[in-house]
């Protein structure tokens, strides 16, 4: 394990490496940050849910409409450009949040973020891909998502900070500081035209997406992506802001229960991800992970009821002290379960994707294929769950989450046929 993380710490001394992880960091701390601060949007505008939920909507809307020819573009242009393109459009959503004055205006500054964060994980993910050396990819691409997890537990951390000590205006500066120090990192020691090598005549087309939807494999998957997404996508909108506007959490404390997911999961994901290439039935895998996040998204709503369950918890350290609401640790808990599922799916959905796209040398189009189906449910998924919660009640909301995630696993184990195929390196995810 030394031998590894030595190994992945090396990459750092590679110049071109650390320009493309700053981009990789800036991305997702500023991912995270923002949606600690929705959470506070949603108190300060008085939203519904249903409009919280387009909060969540509109972001994944442009990207799912981007998605495929951006790749393509990625492909067959100068992939330098993108990056720093993506880095701007980010600054100037930081700007935007900053200027907001209502809940219209967050949801139209959430289009811009969108497009900026699919800018730059496409584009990043692409070039790292280019970059490293075959015998290395792995090493290379391991290192880009750990700077991916790393940042995005920063943003829950140091941005639930900086929202609760210094307010907007200075959190949105310290995320431009960041992005823009990663663009002049670009710009002074990425090589020019890192990626588009690819000849447009040769770059991912309509037929072999459909060559891909042949196999019984690749659909099954697709179709657990399309549930799966809907449930997580609705999770990840709404808990930030139901523990910030029904039981008064300061973001500070959101930004603890979301970092303690993270944590879980970037504690647990390698090793699980090791033993899954150990044992094989990665499909296995993928079911167990998607019963487990439908567990902790149930958990959810009890945090109402823990109250009459648990007593406050206060603590003390250095002169101040805090008190911890009982559905703090229910909330805790729910996304520390939530935390280990991943670990379970994602390195195993991630090698089935791959491995059936090197069936047909069309790893990428296999990938966009997962992007999509991911992005159809996260559009779908927070404007449904939030009408149902304005409609009905938080239980019938998460409830409902959580039954799409069941749903969607119980389809793919209908269609998934497990067939041999060769082993694969993952590739960053979401």
């Known amino acids: 394990m030394s031998e590894s993380a030595g190994g992945s710490l090396s990459l750092f001394r590679n110049r071109e490496f650390v320009a493309l992880a700053s981009t990789a960091f800036a991305r997702s701390q500023a991912f995270s940050t923002i949606l600690i601060a929705l959470a506070l949007y949603a108190d300060i505008f008085g939203t519904s849910s249903t409009v919280e939920g387009l909060f969540g909507t509109v972001f994944a809307l442009v990207q799912?409409?981007?998605?495929?020819?951006?790749?393509?573009?990625?492909?067959?242009?100068?992939?330098?450009?993108?990056?720093?393109?993506?880095?701007?459009?980010?600054?100037?959503?930081?700007?935007g949040f900053a200027l907001v004055g209502s809940a219209t205006d967050v949801i139209l500054v959430r289009i811009v973020q969108g497009a900026g964060a699919s800018v730059l994980w496409i584009t990043g993910s692409a070039v790292v891909g280019e970059?490293?050396?075959?015998?290395?990819?792995?090493?290379?691409?391991?290192?880009?998502?750990?700077?991916?997890?790393?940042?995005?537990?920063?943003?829950?951390?140091?941005?639930?900070?900086?929202l609760f000590a210094y307010g907007f205006t200075l959190t949105y500066a310290v995320l431009s500081l960041v992005t823009i120090l990663?663009?002049?990192?670009?710009?002074?020691?990425?090589?020019?035209?890192p990626g588009g090598r690819t000849d447009p005549e040769e770059a991912t087309g309509i037929e072999t997406l459909r060559t891909l939807l042949d196999r019984a494999a690749i659909r099954a998957l697709v179709v657990f992506r399309?549930?799966?997404?809907?449930?997580?996508?609705?999770?990840?909108?709404?808990?930030?802001i139901y523990a910030h506007t029904e039981f008064g959490m300061n973001p500070l404390m959101v930004g603890g229960i979301l970092a303690g997911g993270k944590l879980t999961k970037s504690l647990l994901q390698g090793v699980v991800g090791s033993y899954t290439d150990r044992v094989g039935h990665k499909h296995q895998f993928v079911i167990a992970g998607a019963l487990t996040y439908a567990l902790g998204?149930?958990?959810?709503?009890?945090?109402?009821?823990?109250?009459?369950?648990?007593?406050?918890?206060?603590?003390?350290?250095?002169?101040?002290?805090?008190?911890?609401?009982?559905?703090?640790?229910?909330?805790?808990?729910?996304?520390?379960?939530?935390?280990?599922?991943?670990?379970?799916?994602?390195?195993?959905?991630?090698?089935?994707?791959v491995e059936e796209g090197e069936r047909f040398d069309a790893v990428a189009a296999s990938?966009?294929?997962?992007?999509?189906?991911?992005?159809?449910?996260?559009?779908?998924?927070?404007?449904?769950v939030g009408a149902i919660w304005d409609a009905t009640s938080v239980f019938t909301a998460f409830f409902t989450a959580a039954g799409f995630i069941v749903l969607s696993t119980g389809v793919f184990v209908v269609l998934y046929r497990t067939e041999p195929a060769p082993s694969a390196t993952p590739t960053p995810g979401d």
């Not at 990663?182 to 035209?193: G, H, K, W």
């Open 64 to 95: 799912l409409l981007i998605v495929l020819p951006l790749g393509r573009a990625v492909d067959t242009h100068n992939a330098k450009r993108f990056l720093v393109a993506g880095l701007a459009i980010n600054v100037l959503a930081f700007v």
């Open 297 to 353: 998204t149930a958990m959810v709503p009890f945090a109402g009821s823990a109250a009459g369950v648990f007593p406050p918890v206060s603590l003390s350290a250095f002169g101040a002290s805090v008190t911890l609401a009982p559905a703090f640790f229910v909330l805790f808990a729910a996304y520390a379960v939530i935390g280990v599922a991943d670990s379970l799916r994602l390195p195993a959905s991630m090698a089935l994707f």
């Open 182 to 193: 990663a663009t002049l990192a670009v710009l002074a020691f990425l090589r020019d035209n």
């Open 131 to 162: 970059l490293s050396p075959g015998s290395e990819r792995g090493r290379w691409l391991g290192t880009y998502n750990q700077v991916t997890a790393f940042s995005s537990l920063a943003g829950d951390l140091l941005g639930g900070f900086l």
């Open 226 to 240: 399309l549930g799966f997404g809907f449930g997580k996508m609705a999770v990840i909108i709404f808990l930030p």
């Open 367 to 384: 990938l966009s294929l997962r992007s999509v189906a991911w992005k159809v449910g996260e559009v779908v998924g927070p404007f449904t």
